[in-house]
């Protein structure tokens, strides 16, 4: 269990990092929306291993098949499988993490689970998982597209590297800045710091994490749900499912602490006949549901668990020992997580944009429409 | 739709603010746990208003009934409901709301979605909705004592208010420290500063918000699902699914941007002949799976939004107006959404260890268990 | 868990035939529906205890009160939680029940389930479990009439006591023609005779079973799901999850297998400028999804499982023992089976409607309605 | 939605009759079942096209591949996904089907429903969908091996095909009586009537239905839910979620209505220490729960729609027109309807196995097992 997501947009992804191949189905993709290959490929593309001398050299092509729900380039409204086959396996490479579990990996507690776990780059828990989130994240954008106002868009950068911190403007920022240098990150200056010091921590044998920002642009009002399925509360459940992220902040976040409630609450205003907030420390939702404004928020991601330098680790059978990593990984995973970070709020949106389809609009029968 | 939560235990929690009351169904607890009356009103005092002087003095006494799904003090394994009457109940206080949209409250976006509010005291948007969670929380509480080691439990308490914040040993905290003042915050010297500042903004007509962590011990490594349901993914919807949650951090949290993998990595080691982790950056869960470690994270609480000062807002009818709160209210909410946290983190909890019990040893026959 | 149903208008139902009370929570219907508690009272009357001779005389008001969801009159679309408190238990009417299993009954099943039972009754076995349906099924009743073309309409009715068969002519059977005597047949000669032989069969101590048929009119062609949830599978199940039935057919059903392709397939025409079906062999479904025909269906129910008579069965401690039913109850259950009925297939079709708002109409935004 | 089935043993079907493949996603199979290809093909080869002279000649060799979940032989407890590859696809068969309505088909109603349909063979309502259906009933009968008793197994068969009916004795038939002729009757005599009515009705341009009977045994006392997921609601909706099912009847079914109480009930015995009914007629449930006896139900197929016939139909442009079948078709889908009905069976059990299992033997920690 675990391998789904969504209501109604519902995607359930499948595959380990060595074997067949990884995909996801989509169960819930309404009828006649302009799809193909290329779609998908596109944000794949970003993902894929190999892309900039920042990231893993693991040569995957990483082509996607659409095997069904598509029909003469629209889909047909049943569930859409989409495949992408391994092909660079090289399960030799990780012999040693077939008895001993690396620090800070899920080696230990999936073998604590399960009993049984597929040794060969991680499995299941492997990066490579998310390959089919950001293609079925391809097909909920275009979606969006449709359900959406037209200025709808999603732009997710990196902020912050280890202690280089970006200087972004949130309310102007574009996909095109972002994908103008490896690291995907719009701040050119803080880029090239950025890039060094990967880099330099690469040669040192050891990682860094740091902080990608997500702005979402033209949501409706009313998009969300009031208690458990607040729009921030399944934005931090996509987020905090990502491997390596440890923390989740939308808004003014943590930095609310430390405001007053003069401060931070969002005055309403009429502007352009709409009713608006002049602020936003509330992030684009109130109560749960979406305001109107900008949604934003914040993913923290841990300096990435595989690194070159010898650790002091355990076997299955208890016995002391020391690994280091020798099978091919990213010193930081934050530029090839910028792609999966916006498929997974494209993921959230599209699940409520649809939950708000079916409870609007009551006097509209259905016939009639 | 979204006020269920959970896939074995799963609850429903129902009611607004103002009307007949407010409750909780909860489909999936086990047979033959013993449970009373009594065991859910711990909690709920806990929770409820009236309870100190620094929290709202709205004087509902909160008392719960079970209504089914329990027989002469044990359960049955049908559906458990929980009723809290509403009593003291002054919709008048409320009758600006009616056509005001309260500044980074949710009339506006309940408005937006649905057209429709009960407009007395926020409606289902109100924090009394959580009276359902904290009284579900305490059955999963109990019945994780039953599924799980016998040293397991649970201790939230306020680590910070605006900007005082608390040292707490974390590894040693125990629920009585935290109640033994009205703050929930065991670091006496701290709780004291933050009663003053509480006080102090209540005169000012202002509020303040802060962080909440939550320790949970005795977890047995194997609990939490791989991918979208990873422990930490489903806490952190739970925890950005309470009223005025901004933040999320588990383990190093935000604090692990700026740590290199040599730092953060967890190394595992053989400690009174269990595979442990020598420190515990990973906060208990790695991959999305218990790791056996106390598991930690911390929520962060915006300012309240009901304040007493004037505020700029507008009318449905997008007329310009000024509002101050002259309902009930807490100057700042931590306090009392300490037992709310605790709860949610149960049933998060409670929800895995039923997931796990279901795939867990597969070579007992069920016929012979 | 198994007291939810619904993936969209999803009710869970809680509650034992001796407790509190009976209830259920209505999560996803749609703000704005104009709503009252004596539209909901009105189909709880048709199903009570004590409503005409033929049924059991136990004395139930079932007064029914909605607690949240409704606001001056209107649904605001959050969970609406109705209750009906339980009045005149008699506990003690069932104390041989405590020991020995009563046959056909699900006291053996459920001690050998749970290990624990409410033997009071029935418990949660009881048929006034259905209460939360048909309290549920008034409200989807209502959405339908919104969501659904002018004619729709769900009329269920008895065609079948034991041996009595009616005829009935399907496409024009009213619900006043069903109402007008207490078997629920409209042909009032055959529910002459089924009163005598329920009556004659009482005054025995034993029992019957029988048929209910239901047609519903007005569906609009395209609701349903291809696979799993095709609306003849959703049928199936609701009527199947009901007390006693034991078979379900649509269309055709049974009969069916003793047809040829020739026979049995339904021809296309153009009828009022519509695509309509010559014949109805279908049942108004084809693939799972409806044709915009009459939908109807047939339930089978076995003989009431409490008779009079002596039986034999045995304790829990595996004793021969003999058991005869005192507690009050109903010879034949189909009479008061007929509004449950309807309101199951309200429930799904409600359901059905819902989600295929949410996938059509792709062309319209969601920020133009 | 709609493609997937299950709560806690869960699947996900996808693909077309025509396109790249059929397959399906196993979620929540527990860990460290032994599982190969060869387990899965057994039960595709009984179903698939061209197997015997009464059957289409579609030729597919329908060969399995696991490209997910399992490693070194065993399941990883990570999702199964399973493909099978589209061969023989000749979609210029179908090429008066883009156009026209085959009456008692979805064509209609898929139109109605989403606007567009793959007309290339029935598209995702062709029972070549039952393919996902019958792998994934396979790993579910190896997992329902080890979950339940050792005599556990399931047979279904052909017990009435158009007017020619088998005697067989439910009790002792088994799966190598079943297939031991083509039609899949285990009275040798009917089977050869049945292959001959086949034959002569194919030669007709006709077709024809019939019932399949199932029989469980080796199940439990104690699975299944006491509300909406009854054990012969879930039966009843897994077989009215087949192609072409009309009915579905347990135990007794329609015939209990012609029966009394005082025949119908089962009373209670104790035989060989074990608390065990004398007859069957709630075949092997009350109350929604299994008993322990042999659980056993039937299933109303209709004639195949496909036939060889002029028919009258009309068009997407509403113009009169009639069609004749050209593309392969099966005369009767009874015979490979067979082990799809076991399939639907297994899944059904399996996912309450799990359910039950999760709730049970409550005394036991998680840590200890």
Chains 1, 2, 3, 4 share one sequence.
Not at 73 to 93: C, F, H, M, Q, Y
Not at 106 to 122: C, H, S, V
Not at 174 to 181: A, G
Not at 263 to 289: L, M
Request: one cysteine or more; a neutral charge; charged letters at 30%.
């Amino acid at each position: 269990m675990g391998s789904s997501f969504g209501q109604l947009f519902r995607i359930t992804t499948w595959g380990e990092s060595h074997g067949g191949g990884v995909g996801v189905v989509i169960d819930g993709c309404p009828p006649r929306l302009e799809l193909s290959e290329e779609d998908i490929q596109r944000d794949l593309d970003r993902r894929r291993p190999g892309q900039s001398e920042i990231v893993t050299p693991r040569s995957e092509a990483d082509r996607c098949r659409i095997l069904s729900g598509v029909f003469e380039g629209r889909t047909l409204g049943t569930p859409i499988s989409i495949l992408v086959k391994n092909k660079d396996a090289r399960p030799e490479a990780y012999s040693e993490m077939k008895t001993a579990f690396r620090p800070s990996h899920a080696d230990f507690t999936y073998e604590a689970k399960y009993g049984i776990r597929n040794w060969q780059g991680g499995g299941r828990a492997s990066a490579r998982e998310t390959v089919g989130r950001v293609a079925a994240g391809a097909v909920a954008k275009k979606l969006l597209g449709k359900l959406l106002q037209e200025r709808f868009e999603i732009v997710a950068y990196v902020t912050q590297i280890h202690e280089v911190s970006a200087r972004i403007d949130r309310t102007s920022v574009r996909t095109e800045d972002v994908e103008r240098n490896a690291v995907r990150c719009p701040d050119e200056a803080a880029a090239e710091l950025m890039t060094a010091l990967i880099q330099s921590v690469r040669a040192e044998g050891d990682s860094v994490g740091g902080v990608i920002e997500c702005v979402i642009r033209g949501i409706d009002a009313g998009l969300g749900e009031p208690v458990f399925d607040k729009l921030e509360a399944d934005l931090a459940k996509a987020m905090l499912s990502l491997p390596a992220s440890k923390g989740f902040e939308i808004g003014s976040g943590f930095a609310a602490t430390r405001m007053k409630g003069s401060e931070h609450n969002d005055p309403f205003e009429v502007r352009e006949e709409k009713i608006r907030t002049t602020t936003n420390n509330s992030g684009g939702v109130q109560g749960g549901i979406s305001n109107g404004e900008d949604i934003f928020f914040r993913v923290a991601f841990k300096p990435t668990s595989t690194i070159a330098r010898d650790q002091k680790t355990v076997t299955a059978s208890r016995e002391e020992t020391t690994l280091a990593a020798r099978g091919r990984h990213d010193p930081c995973v934050l530029p090839r997580a910028v792609p999966i970070v916006e498929a997974m709020a494209a993921l959230v949106l599209c699940d409520h944009a649809l939950r708000q389809k079916a409870i609007s609009d009551l006097e509209n029968r259905i016939s009639e429409s």
